[in-house]
Nanobody, 111 residues
Framework: QVQLVESGGGLVQPGGSLRLSCAASGITFRMNPMVWYRQAPGKQRELVAAMISDGSTNYADSVKGRFTISRDNTKNTVSLQMNRLKFEDTAVYYC?????WGQGTQVTVSS
């Protein structure tokens, strides 16, 4: 059974940083493309960052230069380092691999 568990969300001031993690069981990240999505209230779901099996990455224009996706193959986790956070980064963040979704973790950027 596949399970994805996100962690690391929270409340942060604008300009601050957070690091989200996604731990997987029942599936291996390094063998599958995975993505981070976010869903803000009243907005469409947005693909934030993606990593494919060879380690190549892709980012939404809105987060390029601020967010970094990485993978730890030994721990089977994927992380999203988020720097210089903005109000508009407030959302629930989900990690997804194949058709499996985590439960989401809330990120709130507020002063």
């Amino acid at each position: 059974q596949v399970q994805l568990v996100e962690s690391g969300g929270g409340l942060v001031q604008p300009g601050g940083s957070l690091r989200l993690s996604c731990a997987a069981s029942g599936i291996t990240f390094r063998m599958n493309p995975m993505v981070w999505y976010r869903q803000a209230p009243g907005k469409q779901r947005e693909l934030v960052a993606a990593m494919i099996s060879d380690g190549s990455t892709n980012y939404a224009d809105s987060v390029k230069g601020r967010f970094t996706i990485s993978r730890d193959n030994t721990k089977n986790t994927v992380s999203l380092q988020m720097n210089r956070l903005k109000f508009e980064d407030t959302a629930v963040y989900y990690c997804i691999v194949r058709n499996y979704w985590g439960q989401g973790t809330q990120v709130t950027v507020s002063s």
